[in-house]
């Protein structure tokens, strides 16, 4: 069928592209029943997967990828569903690799090494050593998102990590709270998030002439629900309670909302919570929550484009670096309703 594409045989065998892409380079892991849908779909729809009308006239296939650190995070969870609609307004399809924030694995993907049939990559690295990134074998058309940034020449597209949690601490001041504790801050090694995260809260401490105390920094090992959960509980142990917290994800902060309750605290009056990334979650909890907001479309839409020119321009072109814009949200968690 003329003008058949990996997207239309995934969708009639009910399975994803890379499935399909696996398939037809003759990946042995993939299951025979699913091997089966896959070839009839093929069949069905009389694919020609070597011979693509776009792949022969121009040499690509118009597949990018997407590589995350956690895609059941739902940070990315979101901002891959605004990358897929960014890539589809541009005539591409998105394959979506979950790295598991393993540096390998990010390498890997890269170097273009996780399918041959991609034209280019977005990748969010999180382990990714600098020196290992400057010599990829492979030199596929790549741009960087997140706050992790290489001193080699890369596109990248990021947003203001350190103003923002500057903001969201200076609301927290602004209410007249002053024992604002942090959840996000690691005991080990910190990544890029983290640190910049921690810069802006403590320089919002510093410009308020508030004392930074370390108690109020507990240990948090990853960005999820429990860990929120957990620092809160170690924060309420002190003789002196926080009277705010700010969290560096909102997952951290649905853990920190819940231990309140059970401590029988009442959310802002008691304490006042914030966090970061507005994912949909925040906007249903009870209260709903206080967060920054990245602009997820504008940073998917950068992105995208910056990829698209960087695949039509080649590896010469001049690297670009691109900021996206964020807000911060103002909800119940920190604004006394009555």
């Known amino acids: 069928m003329a003008g058949t594409r990996l997207k239309d045989v995934a969708e009639r065998a009910g399975v994803s592209i890379k499935t399909v892409s696996n398939v037809v380079r003759g990946e042995t892991r993939v299951a025979d029943r699913t091997r089966e849908r896959v070839l009839r779909a093929i069949a069905d729809l009389d ?16 597949i990018i990828a997407l590589a995350v ?27 979506i690799e979950d790295t598991g924030g393993s540096a390998d694995e990010e390498l890997r993907i890269a170097c273009g090494l996780s399918d041959p049939l991609i034209d280019g990559v977005l990748l969010s690295p999180l382990r990714l050593d600098e020196e290992a990134l400057a010599a990829r074998e492979r030199r596929v058309p790549l741009v960087l998102l997140g706050e992790r940034s290489y001193e080699i020449p890369a596109d990248h597209v990021l ?22 504790a942090v959840i996000g801050q690691p005991s080990g ?29 507990p240990d948090t090992r990853t960005f999820t629900r429990a860990e929120g959960a957990n620092a809160m509980r170690a924060l309420l142990a002190l003789d002196d309670p926080p009277d705010a917290v700010f969290c560096f994800n909102d997952l951290l902060a649905s853990g920190a ?4 309750h059970e401590h029988g605290l ?23 929550l206080t967060t920054v907001a990245p602009d997820k479309r504008g940073i998917a839409e950068l992105a995208v484009d910056a990829l698209l020119r ?5 590896a010469m072109a001049p690297h670009t670096r691109l900021t996206a814009g964020y807000e911060l949200v103002v909800r119940e968690s920190t604004r006394a309703t009555g």
């Open 47 to 62: 694919y020609q997967p070597n011979a693509s009308a776009r792949h022969l006239r121009t040499g690509r296939s118009g």
């Open 69 to 95: 650190p956690e895609l059941v995070a739902p940070y990315f969870a979101e901002l891959a569903a605004q990358v897929i609609a960014a890539a589809k307004k541009r005539g591409c399809t998105v394959l």
């Open 159 to 180: 947003i203001d990590n350190s103003a923002a949690a500057r903001e969201a601490t200076d609301h927290l001041l602004s209410l007249g709270r002053r024992r604002v």
């Open 189 to 217: 090694p910190a990544h890029a998030t983290t640190v910049q995260r921690m810069h802006g809260y403590l320089t919002a401490l510093h410009a308020a002439g508030v004392p930074h105390d370390p108690q109020l920094a």
């Open 257 to 260: 909302l819940r231990v309140a």
């Open 266 to 288: 009442r959310v802002p009056h008691d304490v006042a919570v914030a966090g970061f990334d507005d994912v949909e979650e925040s906007r249903y909890s009870v209260p709903t």
């Open 310 to 314: 960087r695949i039509d321009a080649g």
